[in-house]
């Protein structure tokens, strides 16, 4: 097993301390740096901890550090360290950088090879962090959340975020405000190859999320390297509770597609072949 630490580092409006992980690529070499994938979790107010996750280890073992931590808008730190909406604002953006440059620091990861990813809330920042930053080389977003407008009514928690309609609001407006600086608005800042996966029966990130982001960077950036992988009758708890076989090729796509273009290893998965037909 790799070695996993538990790291803390301030954030960089001094406002509070965040913890983190690192867990260690196998056949670690002191003096050496790393290519490094920054996994978010999901959530938000969800809490990183010391349980074992095969994620990690996938990771590490194929040759990559792994950083995992908790940033604002996370659960166990107290109230205020989650209260305000903050973890759909900017700051827990920040917080997920400052936790890699860290690991920059310890002189284990190589700041130019840092891939992204993360499902449902995590798949939500590693799109947000795309589309806002270039600090990522690579990304891999599962179950996305892209756009609020077209999750309005739909799913099983899509009337939750929707809070009451001003009486002044049409319906148009009140959905383009939804949408109005989403993820999806700003897919032309999207420039590091991107992985998308997601489960067709997903009822919580509808799979139109995912459809969103593809078709549009596909037509209008068709130079950035980009993959859609649909699993047809798998949910949003597919990386947990889902048929075995597609949660392996859904972890072998994430594992392929990072050593590609963090390592610049033609290992990637065979392309013509899928699960159960589900591949696009």
């Known amino acids: 097993m790799p ?17 983190y992980f ?26 990183v901890g010391r349980g074992y996750w095969h994620e990690f280890h996938a990771l590490a073992a194929a040759g990559f550090a792994v950083i995992h931590g908790n940033p604002r808008g996370s659960a166990g730190f107290g109230r205020a360290f989650r209260a305000g909406g903050i973890c759909w604002r900017d700051e827990p953006m920040n917080d997920l950088m400052d936790m890699c440059l860290d690991a920059v620091r310890k002189g284990v990861v ?19 962090l795309i589309t806002k930053t270039d600090f990522f080389a690579a990304a891999a977003g599962q179950r996305v959340f892209v756009n609020p407008g077209t999750s309005y009514g739909t799913g099983d928690v899509g009337w939750v975020s929707a809070g009451e309609i001003p009486p002044h609001f049409t319906m148009l407006k009140y959905l383009q405000d939804r949408a109005r600086g989403s993820n999806v608005s700003r897919v032309d800042q999207i420039r590091v190859p991107l992985l998308l996966l997601h ?8 799979f139109e999320q995912a459809e969103q982001l593809f078709i549009p960077l596909k037509e209008r950036h068709p130079e950035v390297p980009l993959r859609l992988v649909m699993f047809p009758k798998e949910n949003h708890a597919l990386t947990r509770t889902g048929n075995m076989k597609a949660q392996e090729r859904h972890l072998q796509e994430i594992v392929s597609w990072f050593v590609r273009y963090l390592k610049g290893k033609e290992e990637a998965t065979d392309e013509t072949q899928s699960h159960d037909g589900g591949l696009l």
């Open 199 to 206: 489960g067709y029966k997903d009822y919580r990130c509808t």
């Open 3 to 19: 070695k996993t630490e538990e790291c803390r580092v301030l954030s960089r409006d001094g406002k509070t301390e965040l913890q």
């Open 110 to 128: 190589d700041q130019n090879r840092i891939g992204v990813t993360g499902g449902s809330y995590g798949g939500y920042m590693t799109v947000k």
């Open 22 to 47: 690192l867990t260690y690529p196998a056949g670690y070499q002191e003096g050496n740096t790393y290519p490094a994938v920054l996994d978010i979790k999901g959530g938000p107010e969800t809490m």
